[in-house]
């Protein structure tokens, strides 16, 4: 193998690579408190809507938002009763549909020509196979209030806005959204920073 060929192997694997690796963008990330000390105590986590019937679904998000608040210091109980603190975790997921066309994983070449007499006609066509990879943005918010459990007043709220690719797992973004949230806890007040 010639050092071109070489050379132009090497580019391709590497712009293989880096199409494959394709990262989500940074959270907004919006945090609201009183400037004051937060004490790390005893924290219930709950859906906000605490009269809902519990999904599999919903619970991914509470255990995120209870891995995520470990992490700063809290201690997260099974039972409201054994809370210092609540947090209410809401969730909203949207789809931002792209002006861009679903692109196929695999497109077929067909071409021919003929030559003759030195006048060269040449015919080429392209077709796409499997369904299209939609180009569709997810948008998804995570929302957390943190409350004292003897009066629910709110002492700290923060939303963290994430955008994927249509078909990034639910489970996987909000993990990453709550920990761009809890990240630095409790953040700047009043200000959207974006987060990795």
């Known amino acids: 193998m010639t050092d071109r060929m070489f050379r ?50 919903q619970q991914s998000y509470v255990n995120a938002v209870a891995a995520a608040l470990n992490l700063q210091g809290f201690t997260t109980r099974d039972n409201i009763k054994a809370a210092e603190q609540i947090a209410t975790v809401d969730v909203q997921r949207g789809v931002q549909p792209s002006a861009l066309p679903a692109r196929s994983p695999v497109t077929i070449g067909v071409g021919g020509g003929t030559y003759g007499g030195g006048l060269g006609i040449g015919l080429g066509t392209s077709f796409g196979l499997g369904k299209g990879k939609s180009r569709d943005i997810t948008v998804t918010t995570l929302a957390v209030q943190l409350k004292r459990a003897s ?35 409790p953040g700047p007040s009043g200000q959207t920073v974006e987060v990795k």
């Open 151 to 185: 009066d629910e007043a709110v002492i700290w709220e923060g939303r963290a806005i994430g955008r994927t690719e249509s078909d990034a797992a639910p489970a996987d973004e909000i993990g990453r959204l709550a920990d761009a949230l809890f990240r630095d806890f």
């Open 8 to 57: 132009a192997a090497a580019l391709a694997l590497c712009a293989a690579a880096a199409a494959c690796t394709t990262s989500a963008p940074p959270a907004q990330v919006t945090r609201f408190h009183l400037n004051q000390p937060i004490a790390r105590g005893n924290v219930f986590v709950t859906p906000l809507d605490r009269t809902a019937p519990p999904t599999l679904e």
